[in-house]
């Protein structure tokens, strides 16, 4: 049968009504920007996150960025991020003019861990910018421990992880400013462009509010230079209603996995994702390692399977990063997990068939290898 690595159809099918409800009221309500449903949908997730506000924004990455300005980091500073995360998290520190120090993750996990960013603590670090990597939540008592014996602040890229948690805890709430994305392929997403920020800080959250919004809280009154990196109501709206059926989605991302790891455990060369004692994992991916992992991908490829590869090219090796003057070799877990991690399918909605399917043309590559 022909599987492609993402379907969004099970879920829309769910919603359509919902949905479609929801167009027709901000439709008929005649206000698009800064309205009642984006208040609305900010009070949902912040009482899901388990956090005093959220803040919505356009998309993830102004999400970080927003919280990195708005501690006052900049030009000079730097902050620890993971040498395999997406881009986005680099970006989101350049954008201040502060400087991005690449630290491993454990191979284990591929989380960042505190044994690794106190290796890159300096005198400049600001913070640490913790990623919860395909869904699992990081190992974040060390880290905030950590945080807190070196004066630096806690900002979480919660990306991937909506409603995961470490020791109970939820992941954006733990970091003095989160960032979350709402892209249409996370667990929570929008139909377009969205993202949130996420505290229990209301200083914080107030300057958060101005800087999203032209710098200003009063319509024509600009305290600070600000942007225009708003949560529209449409989207805000279509969030509020998927937001409602994500532990239903979430429960079965992690029935999913489990299919994988009983049908997959043994096979070939393959590791199969670790998860944390303390940690959940609520699957935004299933990605699996292996030394062959090129030429199993285009033999899923040839059964008309398909996946992805999370990420091919790490930070400190894109062009975007070259004047930084790395080379290959300098972050050797990071690289190995570029080249040998392949995800495979997964949706809410994923039967059991097609689950094994996918299963048994991999141990077919295997076999025939």
Not at 312 to 336: N, T
Request: aromatic fraction near 12%; include cysteine.
């Amino acid at each position: 049968m022909k599987i492609p690595f993402l379907n969004f159809e099970p879920q829309h099918a769910l919603v359509k009504k919902e949905m479609t409800a929801a167009f027709e009221e901000v439709y008929a309500a005649n206000w698009f920007i800064m309205g009642k449903r984006l208040v609305d949908f900010e009070m949902a997730y912040a009482h899901f996150n388990g956090t005093k506000f959220a803040i919505g924004v356009s998309n993830g990455l102004d999400a970080l960025y927003l919280s990195l300005k708005a501690l006052g980091i900049g030009e000079g500073d730097e902050v620890i991020v993971p040498s395999n995360t997406y881009i986005a998290t680099a970006l989101a520190v350049s954008y201040t003019g502060a400087t991005p120090v690449f630290a491993e993750p454990d191979i284990l996990t591929y989380n960042l861990s505190a044994e690794q960013v106190r290796k890159a603590i300096t005198l400049k670090t600001k913070a640490i910018m913790p990623v919860h990597l395909y869904g699992q939540a990081c190992e974040m008592d060390e880290l905030m421990n950590l945080a807190q014996s070196h004066g630096l602040f806690i900002v979480e890229d919660n990306a991937q992880a909506h409603g995961a948690t470490f020791n109970g805890q939820m992941t954006g709430s733990f970091g003095i400013l989160n960032g979350v994305s709402f892209y249409p392929g996370k667990n929570l997403g929008a139909l377009g462009d969205a993202g949130a920020i996420t505290t229990n800080n209301f200083h914080l959250a107030q300057k958060i509010f101005s800087l999203r919004n032209y710098g200003s809280q009063t319509k024509y009154k600009n305290e600070v230079i600000g942007h225009n990196m708003r949560l529209d109501e449409l989207q805000a709206a279509f969030l509020c209603v998927k937001l409602k059926h994500l532990e239903q989605w979430t429960a079965q991302r992690q029935e999913i996995a489990s299919w994988y790891q009983s049908e997959l455990e043994g096979t070939g060369d393959l590791v199969l994702p670790y998860v944390h004692p303390g940690a959940t994992h609520v699957f935004h991916l299933y990605v699996v390692r292996t030394a062959y992992r090129n030429e199993l991908q285009n033999y899923l490829s040839d059964a008309e399977i398909g996946s992805l590869i999370h990420y091919p090219i790490p930070p400190h090796l894109q062009e975007a990063y070259q004047g930084m003057g790395f080379k290959k070799g300098d972050f050797p877990i990071a690289e190995e997990l570029a080249a040998t991690s392949l995800s495979l399918p997964l949706w809410p909605g994923m039967s059991r068939a097609q689950v094994s399917e996918v299963c048994e043309t991999i141990k077919a590559y295997f076999n025939e290898g």
